[in-house]
């Protein structure tokens, strides 16, 4: 009798669980499947299939919506920014964790504590400004890192806490430098969390609207977020225009999430023990 009520409790969380999963993919399904119609057809919106797939609508969106520019800035802050916060977070990272006293501990909580404040926009504006980093590609990457570093550092420092420091003793035992033991011995072991880092920062920069809006004023530089919305706004009578532009935007970041979801969990719970 247990075994048969543990059965109708599997059998209803699956039920649910697969309700909830189509309800998530039911608006890609839709954006995917009036990508490929008719600006009649795409009109409605709904989930038949094409009368006709019409596989050119991808390209006159790559083309009249500056597609190829707009992926190159995104793909750029995206990277640029991603490869900066896990540079920095994990050398500052390893050092914390392992002098967690001090003035260590007090920087430690003074930048963890960006997780919770507010962006103040009209303060960072005019600090951008006096730096000449307004309206240029290094400033938006730098803006993107400084955003992400707070909470990068949190989940790497607790993911660093806990690597047992004798394995630090038989490193310098062993005649390793601090340089030495930080790239050839933790480096190595730093690969879930590095790669949760990555995938979570690459996702938030790539899906990020606001930013550029503020402190990017030549279109030329904008990324695809950007891209959509001014494509949105040139054709918002052709919906079959404006699906296929948003599937080429969510493309990216649904590759980068499949290739690195196995470690973000992993990632995540290591990193959030200790804090």
Known sequence: MGRFKKTIRNAIGNV????????VMIPLVVLFLNSFKSSAEANSMTLSLPKRWAFENYAIVIEKGKLVSSFFNGFLYATCSCVIIVMVVSCAAFVISRNHHGVNK????????????????????????????????FGIILLYSAINIPLSLFLSY??????????????VIDGC???QLFVKVI?????????TLFV?????????FTMPLYYLNNSGKWPMTLAVYNFFGAFQNSWNYVAADIMLTLLPVLIVFILGQKYIVGGIS??????
Not at 270 to 275: I, L, T
């Open 106 to 137: 007090i920087l430690y909580y003074f930048i963890i504590a960006g997780i919770a404040m507010p962006i103040n926009n009209v303060a960072l504006m005019k600090v951008m400004q006096v730096l000449h980093l307004v309206n240029t590609r």
């Open 158 to 171: 607790g993911f660093i806490s806990t690597i047992p420091r004798e394995i630090d003793e038989a490193a």
């Open 200 to 208: 979570l920062n690459f996702m938030a920069v790539w899906n990020d």
């Open 16 to 23: 649910v669980t697969l309700i909830f999963s189509l309800i």
């Open 177 to 179: 430098f601090p340089a």
């Open 187 to 195: 480096m190595p072991l730093l690969k879930p969390i590095i790669s």
């Open 270 to 275: 290591a990193g959030s023990v200790k804090g």
